[in-house]
C-alpha cells in the first residue's frame, strides 16, 4: 500500500478504485498510523478531488453498518466542519426544531475534530444517548422524529482513524465525507462546505442521491448559513444567495455566534435556544437554517414566510417542550 503514499507525496490524485482501496485498506489495518496520517495530509495540501470523494463513499457506505429506518421523508443536516469559525451548534440545534416542528430528522454526526464541541459531544451533554441500537434509534425515531446516528458507531473505519484525527487536529478528507456517508442516506439533506470547489462537488454527488438538498457556503468563509455575509447555496435545480436583507431582518456580527470554550457552554447555548430565550441573532440563524431546510422538502415554499414560521415556532419554546427540557 506504500504506493498510494508515494502517489499522494507526487501529488496525483487517486482514481475512484484507489480511493476505495485506501479506505478498505485502513479497515483490514494494512496500514500503520504514520501513513494514514501522511496520506491524509497530503491530499489536505492539494485538496480531495471529485473521484476521491466518489470513491471514499462508496467504501465507506459499504463498509458500514445497516440501519433500517424509514428515510424516504427523512433529512439530515450535517456540515463538514472545519471552517475554523467556532460557532455554536447551528445544523444541531436546527435538527432539533425541524424535528419538533413534526419533520423526521436522521441526524449523522461525531464529536468535534478540529473544534470544541461537536454535535455528538453536544448532544450527550444534553442527555442524549449514543447507540446503534436499532430498537433503541427506532423507539427514538417514533417518539421524538429524531435519530442521531453517531458516525464512528455505524463506520468502523472511523473509529480507526479517530485518535490520528484527534492528534493531527485538523481538517482531514473525513471531514468532508461526514455529510456524504450517513448510513441511512435520508432523501432530504441540509449541509454545509467550508469552500465552493467542495460545494460544487457535493452538488454533482448529492444530485443523483437526494430528492431535495440544498448545499451551503458562506463567501466570508463559514461552512453553514449564518447571515453575517451572503450564502450561497446550490441545490438540484438552483444557485442562488441568501442575506440578512432576504429575511428582512439585521446582518449578523460574527461575535455574536460564538459556541462557547467548552462543551457544558454550548451545550447551555443550545438548550436555551431551543426553551425561546436564544439572543436574536441566534434565533435568526436558526430561523434561516430550517427555512432552507423546509425548502429542502418543498421547494416552491416562500423562503421569507418559513423563515418567520421557524421563528415563531423557536422562540415559543416548544422545542424544549418537545424534547423534555423545559
Do not use: W
Not at 478531488?49 to 465507506?60: S, T, V
Not at 446503534?132 to 421524538?144: A, G, M, R, V, Y
Amino acid at each position: 500500500m506504500n504506493y498510494l503514499l508515494e502517489k499522494i507525496i507526487g501529488q496525483a490524485t487517486l482514481t475512484e478504485e484507489e480511493a476505495i482501496l485506501f479506505i478498505e485498506a485502513i479497515d483490514k489495518d494494512l496500514l500503520n498510523a504514520e501513513q494514514i496520517a501522511g496520506i491524509l495530509i497530503g491530499i489536505q495540501m492539494r485538496g480531495v478531488q471529485l473521484e476521491e470523494i466518489k470513491g471514499f463513499r462508496k467504501a465507506l457506505l459499504g463498509l458500514s453498518l445497516e440501519i433500517d429506518l424509514p428515510s424516504e421523508q427523512a433529512i439530515d443536516l450535517c456540515g463538514t466542519g472545519g471552517d475554523g469559525k467556532d460557532t455554536f451548534n447551528i445544523s444541531t440545534t436546527t435538527s432539533m426544531v425541524l424535528a419538533a416542528m413534526g419533520y423526521k430528522v436522521l441526524k449523522h454526526g461525531n464529536y468535534g475534530v478540529s473544534s470544541i464541541c461537536g454535535s455528538s459531544n453536544v448532544l450527550e451533554e444534553l442527555g442524549f444517548n449514543l447507540t446503534n441500537d436499532p430498537l433503541l434509534l427506532e423507539k427514538e425515531f417514533k417518539q421524538k422524529n429524531i435519530a442521531f446516528l453517531h458516525a464512528p458507531l455505524f463506520h468502523p473505519t472511523l473509529k480507526k482513524v479517530g485518535q490520528i484525527r484527534k492528534n493531527l487536529g485538523v481538517r482531514t478528507l473525513f471531514n468532508v465525507m461526514g455529510p456524504l456517508v450517513n448510513p441511512s442516506q435520508p432523501a432530504y439533506q441540509l449541509t454545509g462546505t467550508f469552500s465552493l470547489e467542495l460545494a460544487r462537488m457535493y452538488q454533482h454527488v448529492l444530485k443523483n442521491q437526494r430528492s431535495g438538498y440544498r448545499v451551503v457556503y458562506g463567501l466570508d468563509g463559514y461552512d453553514e448559513l449564518t447571515l453575517t455575509d451572503e450564502t450561497r447555496i446550490l441545490s438540484e435545480d438552483n444557485d442562488y444567495i441568501r442575506n440578512a436583507k432576504r429575511y428582512q431582518t439585521k446582518a449578523i456580527d460574527p461575535n455574536e455566534l460564538c459556541g462557547g470554550k467548552n462543551i457544558q457552554q454550548a451545550a447551555v447555548i443550545v438548550r436555551d435556544i431551543i426553551r425561546g430565550k436564544g439572543s436574536a441573532a441566534q434565533n435568526d440563524v436558526i430561523a434561516a437554517n430550517t427555512a432552507e431546510a423546509l425548502l429542502c422538502f418543498n421547494k416552491n415554499l416562500n423562503a421569507k414566510e418559513a423563515f418567520e414560521e421557524a421563528k415563531a415556532f423557536l422562540t415559543s419554546g416548544q422545542t424544549a417542550k418537545h424534547f423534555q427540557m423545559n
